[in-house]
Each structure stands twice: as C-alpha cells, then as structure tokens.
Nanobody, 124 residues
Framework: QVQLVESGGGLVQPGGSLRLSCAAS????????MSWVRQAPGKGLEWVSD????????YYADSVKGRFTISRDNAKNTLYLQMNSLKPEDTAVYYCAKRPGLKPYMNPSPQDSWGQGTQVTVSS
C-alpha cells in the first residue's frame, strides 16, 4: 500500500530554514508528480508546491516563491522541501501528497494519497 512519511518539521525562528523530507513507498515513485500542501491553524488546505515525476518542472504558490525549493530523489524515493527565510505565516502542518499521475497541478487537489503531516512552527 502507498505510504508517505514526512519528517523534518520543528520550531524555527523567523528568517530561519528547515528541510522537510517525505519518504515514499508502495508505488513507483518516479512515475508520479508529487506535492506539498499545508494547513495553518483554523484554516483550509493551501497548496505550496508541485514537482513533475522526473523533477525537471517545479511549481510554487506565490506566497512561497523565491523562499522554498521542492526537489526529489527518485533513486531514494524521497521528496524534499527546502524552506528558507521562514515567516510566522508559514506556521502550519505540512503534508506530502501523491498526485494521481504524471501531471502536476497548482491546487491542493487532486491527490490520491497523503502523509500524516509534520508541524512547522515559525516563532521567536
């Protein structure tokens, strides 16, 4: 079965950096687009970033463009999100998600599998 396990979240000061990882198993990772989606306290899901199956094409929400970088290592079945210049408004649970196929989207849906999420808190 599909498993997505996020790690790397934590508490960081404004202006700091974190790198999130998502270990994938149970499917052929290299043949699916992947996403990061976040949910801030009391708010709905917000799409953050997508990456194509091979990693050549990346997409970002305007709120994170220039600060976050999505990448993947298909040999290790792992998705990453490098987050720099973090702001308090980046505080959220970050989810790794699997798209239904090769196509990336710029939207929280469609996804057919989700990780359990990792908490990122940006505060002084």
């Amino acid at each position: 079965q599909v498993q997505l396990v996020e790690s790397g979240g934590g508490l960081v000061q404004p202006g700091g950096s974190l790198r999130l990882s998502c270990a994938a198993s149970g499917f052929t990772f290299s043949t699916y687009a992947m996403s990061w989606v976040r949910q801030a306290p009391g708010k709905g899901l917000e799409w953050v970033s997508d990456i194509s199956s091979g990693g050549a094409n990346t997409y970002y929400a305007d709120s994170v463009k220039g600060r976050f970088t999505i990448s993947r290592d298909n040999a290790k079945n792992t998705l990453y999100l490098q987050m720099n210049s973090l702001k308090p408004e980046d505080t959220a649970v970050y989810y790794c998600a699997k798209r239904p196929g090769l196509k990336p989207y710029m939207n929280p849906s469609p996804q057919d599998s989700w990780g359990q999420g990792t908490q990122v808190t940006v505060s002084s």
